[in-house]
Nanobody
Framework: QVQLVESGGGLVQAGGSLRLSCVSS????????MGWFRQAPGKEREFVSA????????LYGDPVKGRFTISRDYDRNTIYLQMNSLEPEDTAVYYC???????????????????WGQGTQVTVSS
């Protein structure tokens, strides 16, 4: 069973930045699509970003475009989410996700991801 462990969440003022990390227990993250989702209280889980195995292509949800950047480090089996210009609306639990199949396309739908981390809380104060 693949384990994903997120870190880097916390409390930050509006306009500030945070960087989330997600370490995968797979021998390598090469070939897998990995992504970030978030869920605020009373709301459905929302797609944030995904990164492909192919040329590090990336995908972003509209609310975070231009403010968040996803990246991956193969040597550390880790993906990151750099979050800048944070807004109170970004407050949520952020989850890392990974596909089971390799060499597939990036998707926004949560059900296309097979493994999930426990989540890390991000709180943005106004």
């Amino acid at each position: 069973q693949v384990q994903l462990v997120e870190s880097g969440g916390g409390l930050v003022q509006a306009g500030g930045s945070l960087r989330l990390s997600c370490v995968s227990s797979t021998r390598t993250i090469s070939g897998y699509v990995m992504g970030w989702f978030r869920q605020a209280p009373g709301k459905e889980r929302e797609f944030v970003s995904a990164i492909s195995w192919k040329n590090a292509n990336t995908l972003y949800g509209d609310p975070v475009k231009g403010r968040f950047t996803i990246s991956r480090d193969y040597d550390r089996n880790t993906i990151y989410l750099q979050m800048n210009s944070l807004e109170p609306e970004d407050t949520a639990v952020y989850y890392c996700a990974q596909t089971q199949a390799r060499w597939g396309p990036m998707k926004r739908a949560a059900e296309t991801y097979d493994y999930w981390g426990q989540g890390t809380q991000v709180t943005v104060s106004s």
